[in-house]
């Protein structure tokens, strides 16, 4: 399994990102996928997550209403698209699938310890 995460960039506070995860070699199409980020100095910490099968979705507090999840079946592409953001969303963000879930997002969902495979990230940085 493969993740690839693209779309970061510099933004203004208020504006608006839309990140991809562009996912390869899963065995199936059900799968489920987690969105994390890490600031300087301090610790990854969990966004969202979907779960392809059936499209259920999670969200952490302090982005609950602002980020949305979303997935392309054809394309094998999960999206995390961001508005309103704010200078303290500035972080290297990653999407990231745990094998022992199969097809249903970790529970808890923002717990990086259940996910063992990782993109590079995509640097998003967002000016007050």
């Known amino acids: 399994v493969q993740l690839v995460e693209s779309g970061g960039g510099l933004v203004q506070a208020g504006g608006s990102l839309r990140l991809s995860c562009a996912t390869s070699g899963f065995a199936s199409d059900d799968y489920a996928i987690g969105w994390f980020r890490q600031a300087p100095g301090k610790e990854r910490e969990g966004v969202s997550c979907?779960?392809?099968?059936?499209?259920?979705?999670y969200y952490t507090d302090p982005v609950k209403g602002r980020f949305t999840i979303s997935s392309d079946y054809a394309k094998s592409t999960v999206y995390l698209q961001m508005n309103s953001l704010k200078p303290e969303d500035t972080a290297v963000y990653f999407c990231?699938?745990?094998?022992?879930?199969?097809?249903?997002?970790?529970?808890?969902?923002?717990?990086?310890?259940?996910?063992?495979?990782w993109g590079q990230g995509t640097q998003v940085t967002v000016s007050s």
């Open positions: 990231a699938y745990g094998s022992s879930w199969y097809d249903q997002c970790p529970d808890p969902f923002f717990a990086s310890y259940e996910y063992d495979v």
């Open positions: 979907i779960s392809i099968s059936d499209d259920s979705t």
